[in-house]
């Protein structure tokens, strides 16, 4: 049972255009959101994050949508560049705490020149 | 030390061998998590542990796998009779504290079991 989903297995997005990577959650009680960044061979590294009383986060470049009636969220990067290339995990949780964030298979982005 | 360090960052086995992987965390964290990741899967949570008590154990797949935290610092994670199915990259994390959602992760054990 796959809490968290994140359908598109890799996206190819321009250098210099909009990225939009999707993520889709089924479980209700979560009310935290977050994206991870991970270069091959390293481990996740934190990026942006959002609580559910909020619709949008930003931070540079980026900016988390969340939608709760859709139970959707979505990371926006622009431009992208090309050290934006990695795979994206999103992950949820309840009531806060890491032990009971669940994450998504991840989508590898791939920003061409 | 300045990250979360894993060791070994490789490991090959035969299977029906125990294994040991190892992790010391962020000094002063005292949350530290176990996530495996299978090839074309998300993160899997294994165990969680806040200083050297494990109140989470639900994501640990067998009773072939355990985990230790001594001195609320370094864990072991043990694999014991190794199967094919456990290959895959198992990550460490730890944060300031349980009620943190930002992990900072090493970089992973790649175990391959043959």
């Known amino acids: 049972d796959q809490q968290v989903k994140q359908n598109s297995p890799s996206l190819s997005v321009q250098e210099g255009r909009i990225s939009i990577l999707n993520c889709d959650y089924t479980?209700?009680?979560?009310?935290?959101f977050l994206w991870y960044k991970k270069y091959p061979a390293e481990g996740p590294t934190f990026l942006i994050s959002?609580?559910?009383?909020?619709d949008k986060n930003e931070d540079g470049r980026f900016t988390v949508f969340l939608n709760k009636s859709a139970k959707h969220l979505s990371l926006h990067i622009v431009p992208s560049q090309p050290g934006d290339s990695a795979v994206y995990f999103c992950?949820?949780?309840?009531?806060?705490?890491?032990?009971?964030?669940?994450f998504g298979k991840g989508t590898h982005l791939i920003i061409q020149p | 030390g300045a990250g979360v360090s894993q060791s070994p960052s490789n490991k090959v086995t035969e299977k029906g061998k125990d294994v040991e992987l190892r992790c010391d965390p962020i000094?002063?964290?005292?949350?530290l998590y176990w996530y495996r990741q299978s090839l074309g899967q998300g993160l899997e949570f294994l165990i969680y542990?806040?200083?050297?008590?494990?109140?989470?154990k639900s994501g640990l797949p067998s009773d072939r796998f355990s985990a230790e935290r001594t001195g609320g610092s370094v864990s072991t994670l043990t694999i014991q009779r190794t199967q094919q199915e456990d290959s895959a990259v198992y990550l460490c994390?730890?944060?300031?504290?349980?009620?943190?959602?930002?992990?900072?992760f090493g970089s992973g054990t790649q175990l391959s079991v043959l």
């Open positions: 994390a730890s944060s300031s504290d349980r009620g943190e959602e930002k992990l900072f």
């Open positions: 479980n209700s009680m979560f009310d935290y």
């Open positions: 959002i609580s559910s009383i909020k």
């Open positions: 992950a949820a949780s309840v009531g806060g705490g890491a032990d009971g964030l669940t």
């Open positions: 000094s002063g964290h005292t949350a």
């Open positions: 542990f806040q200083g050297n008590s494990a109140p989470d």
